[in-house]
T-cell receptor
Framework: NAGVTQTPKFRILKIGQSMTLQCTQDMNHNYMYWYRQDPGMGLKLIYYSVGAGITDKGEVPNGYNVSRSTTEDFPLRLELAAPSQTSVYFC????????????FGQGTRLTVV | DQQVKQNSPSLSVQEGRISILNCDYTNSMFDYFLWYKKYPAEGPTFLISISSIKDKNEDGRFTVFLNKSAKHLSLHIVPSQPGDSAVYFCAVPTSGTYKYIFGTGTRLKVLA
């Protein structure tokens, strides 16, 4: 049981490039999330999904897009990368309903230069 | 909107002593709160939670206290161990109970 798997672990992008951060989970969780963590800051919610085909914006969605075609996968797309997107990105998943904790991946450290 | 503050960015404690980490929130509309622990180069992992029908929840060396009138959470670790050295985040629900706002974290260092 791998849990939540993110790829890549590290990436350096040039300004204006695009990339997709991959996230997959094998726990059959309906809910999935993307967070970013900047130095000295908490985790900020970028996008979330409550099931395949359903996504919605979180606190900081600008510059990102997501899709959810399957229960397992929740990729995050960065279009036209900017230095402000330099951060550590975490994908997470949880069971539906309230009072459930989220399971996090190990993170992707992204640097935009 | 929900705001969450962890006013102590770092804390150093001697091994065997108590560690107390604090968290304040603004919107008391929701009733379930969580603490996560994060080691370097890893994702956060769930540590302990509390429902607002309680004012205390205990799990081994970890106890979370909830003061609803003050909108304040605290996490107590007794006794503290070097392996507890990590960043601790509190998470408080926002609109929709599956969406959580995270505090900025407190970096705990337990000295051997």
């Amino acid at each position: 049981n791998a849990g939540v798997t993110q790829t890549p672990k590290f990436r350096i992008l040039k300004i204006g490039q695009s990339m997709t951060l991959q996230c997959t989970q094998d726990m059959n969780h309906n809910y999935m999330y993307w967070y970013r963590q900047d130095p000295g800051m908490g985790l900020k919610l970028i996008y979330y999904s409550v099931g395949a085909g359903i996504t919605d914006k979180g606190e900081v969605p600008n510059g990102y897009n997501v899709s959810r075609s399957t229960t397992e996968d929740f990729p995050l797309r960065l279009e036209l990368a900017a230095p402000s997107q330099t951060s550590v990105y975490f994908c997470a998943s949880s069971y539906p309903g309230d009072r459930t904790e989220a399971f996090f991946g190990q993170g992707t450290r992204l640097t935009v230069v | 909107d929900q705001q969450v503050k962890q006013n102590s960015p770092s804390l150093s404690v001697q091994e065997g002593r108590i560690s107390i980490l604090n968290c304040d929130y603004t919107n008391s509309m929701f009733d379930y709160f969580l603490w996560y622990k994060k080691y370097p180069a890893e994702g956060p992992t769930f540590l302990i939670s509390i429902s607002s029908i309680k004012d205390k929840n205990e799990d081994g060396r970890f106890t979370v206290f909830l003061n609803k009138s003050a909108k304040h959470l605290s996490l107590h670790i007794v006794p503290s161990q070097p392996g507890d050295s990590a960043v601790y985040f509190c998470a408080v629900p926002t609109s929709g109970t599956y969406k959580y706002i995270f505090g900025t974290g407190t970096r705990l260092k337990v000295l051997a």
